[in-house]
């Protein structure tokens, strides 16, 4: 394969081909307004330490036109005013989720999301950010190097 991005351990699209493509074909079954699915794949990303899929997740996002401002406010969502209610309770169940063994997901959580996700919205959200922390610990794991990246997504005209 060519246009390898550089990883010290293992290219895991060479070195497992078949899981490698399974994973990007669960992602690409998610159906989840794209700038939302960019805000909780790259906070996941922050709270794993993924380096390469922070890289990637904010070039994406830059790409379809997400204000930088948002992105680098992204670690404190709490204490800023620049996120909806719905993608604050978006970044809620994704940090639940993401840092599951503190608490699993609460009640509270679950219920403001499923009151900002209706019905199979929500399940789609939460294959979200099930796909990027599955993602971070394979990124992670092998030692994808960030900086390579060129997201391929173009601003919606």
């Known amino acids: 394969m060519t246009n390898m991005i550089p990883a010290a351990r293992t290219q895991l699209p060479e070195t497992a081909p078949r899981p ?14 794209p700038h939302l699915r960019d805000l909780v794949s790259l906070r996941a990303s922050q709270l794993n330490g993924c380096a390469f899929c922070i890289d990637m997740h904010w070039k994406d996002a830059i790409a379809r036109g997400e204000d930088a401002h948002r992105l680098y406010m992204l670690d404190a969502w709490r204490e800023s005013p620049f996120y909806s209610d719905r993608e604050q309770a978006a970044l809620d169940l994704c940090e639940a989720m993401t840092l ?6 609460p009640d ?3 219920d403001r999301a499923r009151a900002a996700f209706p019905g199979a919205e929500l399940a789609q959200l939460v294959f979200q950010i099930t796909a ?3 993602w971070n610990r394979l990124m992670i794991t092998s030692r994808t190097e960030p900086g390579h990246y060129e997201s391929r997504v173009r601003e919606a005209a």
């Open 20 to 33: 490698f493509a399974a994973m990007a074909r669960l992602e690409g079954s998610i159906e989840l307004d």
């Open 108 to 110: 509270d959580v679950w």
């Open 100 to 105: 599951i063994h503190a608490g699993h997901v």
């Open 132 to 134: 990027i922390n599955a």
